[in-house]
Nanobody, 127 residues
Framework: QVQLVESGGGLVQAGGSLRLSCAAS????????GGWFRQAPGKVREFVASINWVSTVTSYAASVKGRFTISRDNTKNTAYLQMNSLKLEDTTAYYCGANTRGLEPGERQVAGAYDYWGQGTQVTVSS
């Protein structure tokens, strides 16, 4: 079973940058899809970015496209989310998800399609 641990969240001024990390560990597994989502209290988990672990094809929510970049280090079983030009509305908890089976393209933006989740890391953007 896969365990995911996020890190890298914190407080940053608007216009600044943060890089989130998501390290995968556990028993024997093969990753196929990695994703980043965000969720505020009382809200649904919102898609941010996804990456095909093998091909590295990526997908982004319109609200973050051009500002955020998802990547992965296959050697380290770690996914990253580089967040630039941060805005106040980016403030929330960020979660990484992973799947050890293939996902259809339409499933990559759906939180329920991911089998494993990290505990979340808080990102707060100040003015």
């Amino acid at each position: 079973q896969v365990q995911l641990v996020e890190s890298g969240g914190g407080l940053v001024q608007a216009g600044g940058s943060l890089r989130l990390s998501c390290a995968a560990s556990g028993g024997t597994f093969r990753l196929y899809t990695g994703g980043w989502f965000r969720q505020a209290p009382g809200k649904v988990r919102e898609f941010v970015a996804s990456i095909n672990w093998v091909s590295t094809v990526t997908s982004y929510a319109a609200s973050v496209k051009g500002r955020f970049t998802i990547s992965r280090d296959n050697t380290k079983n770690t996914a990253y989310l580089q967040m630039n030009s941060l805005k106040l509305e980016d403030t929330t908890a960020y979660y990484c998800g992973a799947n050890t089976r293939g996902l259809e393209p339409g499933e990559r933006q759906v939180a329920g399609a991911y089998d494993y989740w990290g505990q979340g890391t808080q990102v707060t953007v100040s003015s």
